[in-house]
């Protein structure tokens, strides 16, 4: 069983700043990639960045520049820098694991952007 358990969402004006942290538990074995997605009301679930075990990351082009995301392999976390945030940022952030080619999401957690 694998457990993620997200923290860090939370309201943000325009312009602001948060930082998500998502920390892995349980039959974790080897971790490959960890990330966040996020889904938007009415919208897809979208990439907003990803970092595999060498440290490679990948990033969504909505996002790009403005979110920096690092992971800690010793505690297994994985966490998502935002920075210039802006209203259309707002949406349930997921932190993602995979684990040989198995995929495990967190519960979600919200940021809103707004005044």
């Known amino acids: 069983q694998v457990r993620l358990a997200e923290s860090g969402g939370g309201l943000v004006q325009p312009g602001g700043s948060l930082r998500l942290s998502c920390e892995a538990s349980?039959?974790?074995?080897?971790?490959?990639?960890m990330g966040w997605y996020r889904q938007a009301p009415g919208k897809e679930r979208e990439l907003v960045a990803s970092i595999g075990t060498g440290g490679h990351t990948k990033y969504g082009d909505s996002v790009r520049g403005r979110i920096a995301i690092s992971r800690d392999d010793v505690e297994n976390t994985v966490e998502l820098q935002m920075s210039s945030l802006k209203f259309e940022d707002t949406a349930v952030y997921y932190c993602?694991?995979?684990?040989?080619?198995?995929?495990?999401w967190g519960q979600g957690t919200q940021v809103t952007v707004s005044r």
């Open positions: 993602h694991i995979t684990i040989l080619r198995s995929e495990y």
């Open positions: 349980g039959d974790l074995r080897e971790i490959d990639s």
